[in-house]
């Protein structure tokens, strides 16, 4: 992917993909721009079968204090149809990283706020950096929440916690997200990508394709019946069995008492 975008950094380290918010003198905020971005790199994350884990992060030192408030004000009485487009960008592209094979890493280096906080709680593991902070801010600025919020927050936090950062925009440091649930791991700032990097670089080796059908599955199963949500393992499991390379070479493998290698295919 040859593009110079104006508000992210897109780079491969083999298998893994990094994306970084980069807008470090405007707080990493979401803007049209950078949600226009966002859709062709996630896009491009999703479609591109060399790229088997994504890791997203932040410039400078915030990860993202969310929407772009000052070019939202900025259109007067176009505000709703501008923060509809930006948010429309925005949740096409968390559609996709969510649904897409390769895992999704994010590392939290700062605070996150509004979208910010959305995005940070969106990927498959999140790791924070001890200086990271969390704050949903939405109704502080007398909005409702966007980004995947309402929907990863009470899945992960439960209702009531959910509802406790909605409404009181609680700041919790990174050990009280970790006690909350939010995050999977705390690390030292200065360790934060080389432990991500670690972890994106063994799943990069791993089943791409059963992560993805994984994937899929957690995101669909709040939503679904029991009945539903056996019969969709079923067809996930049996289908990369019959329509995958790696399952089948892996079972075999297994059954050999040999390493099984993946080649996402």
């Known amino acids: 992917m040859n593009e110079n975008f104006e508000t992210l950094k897109f780079e491969r380290d083999g298998a893994v993909a990094i994306v970084t918010l980069n807008r470090p003198d405007a707080a990493n905020s979401l803007n049209v721009p950078m949600s226009e971005e966002l859709v062709k790199v996630a896009t491009h994350c999703d479609s591109n079968p060399d790229i088997r ?18 070019s939202f004000a900025s259109q007067g009485e176009k505000m709703g149809e501008y923060m509809r487009y930006a948010t429309t960008g925005l949740h096409a592209a968390i559609s996709r990283f969510t649904r897409m094979n390769a895992p999704y890493l994010v ?4 605070v996150a706020a509004g979208a910010g906080f959305s995005m940070a709680i969106s990927g498959d593991m999140i790791f924070a950096a ?3 902070k969390f704050t949903m801010a939405y109704t502080r600025a007398g909005v409702s929440p966007d980004g995947s919020a309402s929907y990863f927050l009470p899945r992960l936090v439960g209702h009531a916690k959910a509802m406790q950062l909605i409404l009181m925009n609680d700041l919790l440091t ?3 997200a970790k006690e909350w649930g939010l995050v999977n791991e705390v690390v030292a700032d200065d360790q934060l990508m080389p432990r991500v990097m670690e972890v994106a670089h063994q799943l990069a080796k791993g089943a791409t394709l059963a992560y993805g059908e994984a994937k899929r599955l957690v995101a669909d199963s709040f939503s679904n ?5 056996m019969e969709m393992e079923t ?5 990369l069995v019959r329509y995958t390379e790696d399952a089948p070479n ?11 290698e993946f080649k996402g295919r």
Request: hydrophobic content about 45%.
């Open 53 to 70: 884990c994504v890791v997203f992060t932040g410039a400078g030192k915030m990860f993202s204090a969310g929407g772009d408030l000052v």
């Open 130 to 132: 001890e200086s990271a």
């Open 174 to 176: 990174a050990q009280q």
């Open 250 to 260: 892996a079972i075999r493998a297994f059954a050999n008492k040999q390493k099984a």
């Open 235 to 239: 067809r996930a499991i049996s289908g």
């Open 225 to 229: 019946t029991i009945e539903t949500q």
């Open 107 to 110: 590392a939290v280096n700062g």
